[in-house]
């Protein structure tokens, strides 16, 4: 039985790099090689490995007598007789998969070999499964390391127990029984396997057993916006704007794919798509978030929403990405093209028609977050933005303050007047939040950090907002 895995490798067989062999003049089927007829063969192909690990080996073929081959990978023989089953005749209609052998792989190019003094069989492919060992070297140090210092502990043996009983289980059994024996009575599976490799990883101070929880990705630069406190693209950044070369870069779809699958099988389980550009402006950006959601991922996007059409917002909805972040900056159309240059009244009119159409289109997914940046130009707007996020039907509406450029961008900066008026235009807000009926509710996100930020007790005049002084 073929091991159930997020990541696989597969290698046609046509793709070969050297060798002889018959790949089309033939009736056996599409995407099959036959000899070339020579009876002693020898074939290469080329393939790249981007996780170290175990790994199934698997053959497709079809043959109706034994005919094994020698297989190798780089240079090594993994198994010497491969490839040796009778499947019953020789086209696509008896092609059966076969697992071979298991490896271990190393990230990085290899080459596999398949050589023999005889023909050789009908062959579709070869597929090299990463197996589900990821608690294998836990087991192991648990066993160890840890449990021995564990169980020389006198107040374990005088007070037996369900602690006892579970380090029993663990030297006895190992983690993976243990755990399937344990979760039920607390936490789902996913959590507690993620929350003890985490802690066997600060234990150690020099192993991860798994990944990071959630990764960033920016797969693009480019961007449509000029927003005015923009690190990137606003136009007071003069010659420290990005360029446009740098601008165009973006992340290719195959890479943004295997990079997906790399983080799933190291225990990563929600992605942000973000960066210094617009994630609705890489051109693959639907398959991508297809992707995403294929791997089961729990999925962000922060995007400005400009160049989102109707027919855009039918597919999130349907591919039921998890998160969007809107950056909007405004409550109304004046400080939506004050913060926002390059854009024009009818711009924040399809915004807002855009927005409202997600909220009454979806039936959970997504969960729409309003996101406003605070500087100069907009901090007497907070009712408005509030409004907006209301209106629209959103979820929740967060604040956050200008992040700025010295000798650009920080003439932007809130004098201590404007801090004094936004922080009591805020409290006002909060209140009003409190006071809103069930049908408006609205969640604001992460505003005591923000009350925090303009209460007086940082030094936000200079932009320093998350040290007191």
Request: glycine content about 6%; some cysteine; overall charge positive.
């Amino acid at each position: 039985m073929l091991p159930f895995t997020k990541y696989v490798i597969h290698i046609p067989s046509i793709k070969f790099s050297d060798g002889c062999a018959n790949i089309s003049e033939h009736e056996f089927g599409e995407g099959i090689i036959v000899d070339g007829g020579k009876r002693a063969s020898h074939l290469k192909w080329k393939f790249h490995c981007n996780i170290a690990g175990i790994y199934c080996f698997a053959s497709q073929y079809a043959s109706l007598d034994r005919r094994p081959c020698a297989v190798l990978i780089d240079g090594k023989i993994i198994k010497e007789q491969g490839m040796s089953e009778i499947t019953g005749g020789w086209s696509y209609l008896y092609l059966k998969k076969f697992v071979e052998c298991e490896i271990f792989l190393e990230r990085g190019n290899h080459i596999l070999e398949i050589h023999t003094n005889s023909f050789i069989p009908h062959i579709r492919g070869f597929w090299i499964y990463l197996k589900n060992n990821k608690f294998a070297l836990l087991n192991d140090f648990i066993n160890e390391k840890i449990l021995k210092k564990i169980i020389i502990n006198p107040y374990i043996h005088t007070n037996p127990g369900i602690v006892r009983k579970f380090i029993h289980n663990l030297v006895s059994f190992g983690v993976g029984n243990t755990l399937n024996k344990t979760f039920k009575y607390f936490k789902p599976a996913s959590y507690f396997k993620r929350e003890l490799a985490d802690l066997i990883g600060i234990y150690t101070k020099k192993f991860a057993f798994k990944g990071p929880h959630m990764v960033q990705i920016d797969i693009t630069n480019s961007c449509n916006n000029d927003c005015i406190g923009c690190w990137c693209n606003s136009p007071l950044l003069e010659n420290q704007k990005m360029t446009p070369e740098l601008k165009s870069k973006f992340i290719p779809y195959d890479k943004c794919c295997e990079l997906l699958e790399e983080l799933y099988t190291i225990g990563c389980r929600e992605i942000y798509f973000s960066g210094g550009g617009e994630p609705f402006a890489h051109p693959d950006i639907l398959r991508i978030l297809e992707k995403s959601k294929e791997l089961d991922f729990i999925t962000y996007v922060n995007t400005n929403f400009t160049l989102i059409t109707k027919e855009i917002i039918d597919e999130i909805v349907k591919m039921k990405v998890d998160h969007l972040t809107i950056s909007v900056w405004a409550g109304d159309s004046d400080t939506y093209l004050a913060t926002h240059p390059n854009k024009s009244q009818t711009d924040f009119k399809k915004l807002r028609e855009n927005i409202t159409y997600l909220n009454s289109s979806k039936k959970i997914h997504p969960y729409t977050k309003i996101y406003n940046v605070i500087s100069s130009v907009n901090y007497t707007n907070l009712s408005s933005m509030l409004d907006f996020a209301i209106e629209t039907c959103s979820d929740s509406i967060e604040f956050t303050m200008l992040d700025p450029i010295p000798g650009k961008t920080d003439k932007l900066l809130l004098s201590s007047i404007e801090l004094e008026k936004l922080y009591n235009d805020a409290l006002t807000l909060k209140d009003r939040v409190n006071s809103l009926s069930i049908k408006n509710q609205i969640v604001l996100f992460g505003y005591d950090t923000f009350l925090k930020r303009i209460s007086g007790k940082t030094d936000a005049q200079a932009g320093v907002y998350d040290k007191e002084r």
